[in-house]
């Protein structure tokens, strides 16, 4: 272990230790309800994955070709840390940040997902400023990336954390919430040609109706100056104690010319065997097939929606688990199969021109181990 790495984890262990008690201490002698770390975890995820790319042939019966070398091997996909506590009352912070990863190519806080401070100024209205994810709905989109096992085009190539300030309404139940966000445009990501002085525009609505919840948002992201990519993102889920489904649509368009040419479907279905065990089925649909956009990507490569590629249709599905030792809650083992097809009709994106779709066989099994430092403490 170098002395960096020793050097971090001291500080972490001390900060468990010591910040926690020091918040005691202010509750025991000003009687104040706030703790100033109330959250100090460390979650780790790995993976033993395959992959095969594949085409289907249909003159001989629908039977399956490999069309390239297959791919396998452990990987570590996750190592963060998260941070988060009371410094009033009534204000609040979180940091996240992922330990293990890419070196920032953008600023210094590519690989920062959260580091914002939230004011609940009013009952009914809190202020945050900070860094965090982009209000925008979807329940794909909403869940934590260590969970999600596999997932949509949009949700690996939309760069959702950026520099923002939001203001949200609470309703008097706290089951509603309306937050209008300004922040930086996903399209300033080094992974864009788009990266100067670009401004987001999003509004949020979040609602919490018993058995059923939705996450609907309207979004505008400058991908030039004076130009927005417009989004609506419809977040449905059902949820009930042994099963939940959710739906999520999704509208991308530059025009009214493009209505219905730039979408994206997710629905993914969980039983719940138990709190610990839970199995599900995932799919979805992805198109960018406007005409305009397609024909700016075939003549100068430059991609208007930093999401599905022009002219290419994405069509997924799968199944998978997730369990939980009894003894060792903290600890998750998960798994699933699924088959991702990528139909290509209008862009030259696949080296194989006489290759109209080709799919990609993904399995995987996994271990995440999610260790709760300021909770281990707080026990002692």
């Avoid at 010591?18 to 100033?36: G, H, M, V, Y």
């Avoid at 390239?68 to 941070?83: A, D, I």
């Avoid at 104690?241 to 493009?258: G, V, W």
């Amino acid at each position: 272990m170098t002395l960096l790495k020793k050097t971090v984890l001291c500080c972490a262990l001390f900060a468990a230790y010591a910040i926690p008690s020091l918040a005691q201490d202010t509750l025991r002698e000003n009687k104040r309800d706030f703790d100033l770390v109330n959250k100090l975890l460390l979650e780790v995820r790995a993976d033993m994955t395959f992959n095969q790319p594949f085409v289907l042939n249909e003159l001989d019966g629908m039977q399956s070709t490999n069309i390239g070398e297959s791919t396998y091997g452990f990987v570590g996909r996750y190592f963060n840390l998260h941070m988060g506590g009371n410094l009033t009352k009534d204000l609040s912070y979180y940091f996240r940040q992922r330990i293990v990863a890419n070196p920032g190519s953008n600023s210094f806080f590519d690989n920062t997902d959260f580091l914002f401070l939230d004011y609940r100024f009013h009952k009914n209205w809190s202020l945050r400023v900070g860094k965090e994810a982009l209000a925008v709905g979807g329940f794909e989109y909403d869940a934590p990336p260590i969970d999600v096992l596999y997932w949509s085009y949009y949700w690996d190539n939309f760069y959702c954390f950026q520099l923002a300030a939001g203001i949200t309404f609470h309703s008097n139940d706290e089951k509603n919430t309306l937050k209008l966000q300004v922040g930086n445009s996903p399209y300033i990501h080094y992974g864009s040609p788009f990266r100067n002085s670009l401004l987001s525009y999003n509004l949020l609505w979040s609602g919490d109706f018993g058995h059923f919840k939705a996450l609907y948002s309207f979004n505008m992201f400058e991908r030039k100056r004076g130009v927005f990519m417009n989004y609506i993102a419809l977040g449905n889920k059902l949820d009930y104690e042994h099963f939940s489904i959710y739906l999520d649509l999704m509208h991308h368009a530059c025009s009214t010319r493009q209505l219905f040419k730039d979408f994206g479907v997710v629905a993914r279905a969980d039983f719940k065997f138990n709190p610990l065990a839970n199995l599900f089925v995932k799919a979805g649909y992805e198109q960018n097939l406007d005409e305009e956009e397609i024909a700016n990507y075939n003549a100068t490569g430059e991609i208007w929606d930093c999401l599905a590629l022009p002219g290419q249709q994405y069509i997924y599905y799968g199944i998978g688990f997730e369990w939980h030792p009894k003894k060792y809650s903290d600890i998750r083992l998960h798994g699933f199969v699924t088959d991702v097809a990528i139909i290509n009709d209008y862009a030259p994106a696949l080296q194989d021109p006489d290759i109209q779709a080709e799919h990609n066989l993904y399995a995987n099994i996994g271990v995440t181990w999610k260790i709760d430092i300021a909770k281990y403490f707080r026990n002692k």
